[in-house]
């Protein structure tokens, strides 16, 4: 039977600073509840620097960590309103890849409609500029090219299909997985057409492959999908 205690956090700032970039497997959390999971079950520890590790994976998983930590220093979006193209270029285009402060984003005109959202895929950085386009329950869908996965233009949200087991005979539906995907404004006037950076608060997935961190698994990604080695010395 496991045991389990309560952590306290004691000398978890004091490791913080230790334990980022080292390897955290092994290890896993119920509840409130702090176990070393050696795989019987049995053992427990009040060790500070495992209790660090344990809880920076944690917040890791749970999203909570600074939108800073993960992007760097990167500014905040200021607001401004960007030229990203005239109207009938971006139309003649349909999906265009444009910079904007920094952020890699994406402008897709579909339908008489324009809509803005991040570059890269919220799951493992895939190039949405090369996603098909498909209207999935009601809601016009990017394709994400690598893994499937369904990104709502409108809002980020993330759609997957799926039964549920109670349902008897259980019926695949599209279910909601969240706003997994930053979403910007986009505008057109006079024929010219302008993206503002969301400044919407708080942590989106997608926030990830814009950051520094997120630049070097995009690179390695690739690589490995061409056969190449890329060393993180090269960024
Ligand atoms: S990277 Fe987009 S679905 Fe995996």
Partial sequence: MSRYHQSNGEGFMSEWSKIRDKPREGWAFWGQHVCEDNGD???????????????????????????????????????????????????????????VEGRDILVVYHQETFYAVDSYCYHAGGALVNGDIEEINGKLCVICPKHKFKICLADGEGLYRGVNPREKPPVPRWYSKGIKQRTHTITETDGKVFVELSRQPGWIESDYYQGEKGKVERAKAEAADTGEYVTDDVF
């Fill in 41 to 99: 079950g049995t053992s427990f520890t009040r060790n500070p620097e495992l209790l660090a590790r344990q809880l920076f994976r944690l917040m890791e998983e749970t999203q909570l960590l600074s939108f800073k930590s993960v992007m760097g220093e990167k500014e905040q979006p200021t607001g401004d309103l960007h030229f990203v193209g005239t109207k009938e270029e971006l139309i003649k285009a349909k999906r265009s890849f444009r910079t």
